[in-house]
């Protein structure tokens, strides 16, 4: 049995090492995407403009005025005045030829106030410019920036695989015999010596006292990239996880779907009575429309900085209807342990102290990578010596 846990241990590792090792140093960084990005682009995020902010519809409409071939997908409306308000907006089809007009994703930075444009960036655009380092790290991050679903499912799987092996490199880790507890004292031990010793004790201990914080990573990495194809139906298999409403219109009929007949404005309104109903505190931080299944998301709170996750509510995109609702703390508890996935991730779940964790954890999760490469190596070359020396 051993030997089959040292075999996965060995491979699966290779197989995810330069994944692991990206995914780490990125996410070190990404830990402050938005202080960061804010840092290196003031402009974008703050404006001297004060009194009264435009209605999220007005700005809407503006901006797809003076952008006749894009049409605005994803909003930030700000809820504090000095703060811009950002669109993210995608190519209209080209009537002419059906097909999407030739432009890129565009994401805009306006003056809520008065309208005008702060701000444009192609969003995920190569590479370390300042307007573009964040953005095109976050998407490496996610999908190595390839393209399609291709990034998401790589990294979707690379992450499944590296659930599985924290639970052998733990298992690997347990003495054989007894006493159990005195033996196993030493795998938690840095001991040093020549460097292949130094790298395997860093490599196990450093394993061993992280453990407990790669795991939730782990997990929730898998919960980022593939969460109805993996994440959902494992936790379902401990407690109900109800489909969201993306998925639940993804499995009907397009022509059940309708088509869309109210507004970005209408929706956002719809959105405050619903949650003055439901009794939610935080202004509508984010709204977004779904043109392939026709209903409009509104978030409550501020990008993603709820500890325990935002909540939100649907609306059907002909009628208003709402069509669901995803509340921070209700819910069973699968749904809600799935909400909790992303401040996990990011480590806001407790703050600033999670962020700075997040930030060393990636560093060292990219070290437990080069060490495992390097233990690899030095036997690999030990079994080949053996081998010549025995031929």
């Known amino acids: 049995m051993r030997a089959l846990l040292v075999l996965l241990h060995r491979y699966i590792g290779l197989a995810t090492a330069l994944f692991l090792l990206l995914a780490g140093l990125t996410g070190s960084i990404l830990a402050f995407h938005h202080e960061l990005d804010e840092w290196l682009n003031p402009t974008f995020y703050t404006t001297p403009s004060q009194g009264q902010a435009l209605p999220p519809g007005a700005l809407v409409d503006r901006l797809q005025a003076q952008h006749p071939r894009l049409q605005v997908w994803y909003m930030e ?80 799987l690379v992450a499944c695989a590296w659930v599985i092996d924290c639970l052998v490199a733990l298992l690997l880790t347990l003495p054989r015999g007894r006493p159990f507890w005195r033996k196993w004292s030493t795998a938690w031990k840095i001991k040093g010596g020549h460097a292949y010793r130094l790298n395997y004790d860093l490599h196990r201990a450093g394993g061993l006292w992280l453990w407990l914080l790669l795991v939730p990573i782990a997990i929730s990495s898998v919960a980022m990239n593939l969460p109805s194809q993996v994440f959902k139906p494992a936790v379902s298999l401990f407690s109900t996880v109800e489909p969201s409403v993306y998925e639940a219109r993804g499995r009907l009929p397009a022509t059940e779907l309708g088509v869309t007949q109210i507004s970005y404005q209408q929706a956002y309104e719809r959105a405050l009575e619903e949650g003055r109903r439901l009794g939610l505190k935080a202004a509508i931080g984010e709204l977004y429309y779904s043109f392939e299944y026709n209903f409009y998301g509104a978030g409550f709170g501020q990008h993603d900085t709820e500890a325990h996750g935002k909540s939100w509510l649907f609306f059907h995109g002909t009628n208003g209807r709402l069509l669901g609702q995803e509340i921070a703390g209700q819910g069973t508890l699968g749904e809600r342990f799935y909400r909790l996935q992303l401040p996990i991730h990011g480590g806001r779940i407790i703050g600033l102290t999670g962020q700075i964790l997040i930030a060393v954890l990636g560093v060292l999760i990219a070290g437990l990578s080069l060490t495992g490469v390097y233990i690899w190596w030095r036997k690999l070359l030990a079994r080949r010596s053996a081998r010549a020396r025995r031929g």
């Open 77 to 156: 409306y700000p809820s504090e005045s000095g703060h811009t308000a950002l669109l993210a907006a995608v190519p209209r089809t080209d009537p002419a030829t059906g097909k999407p007009f030739a432009e890129s994703n565009q994401v805009f930075y306006l003056d809520p106030v008065s309208g005008e444009q702060q701000g444009q960036r192609e969003w995920g655009a190569c590479c370390l410019q300042r307007e573009n380092l964040i953005p095109f790290l976050l998407e490496f991050h996610y999908t190595l920036a390839l393209p399609g679903n291709w990034g998401l499912w790589l990294m979707g």
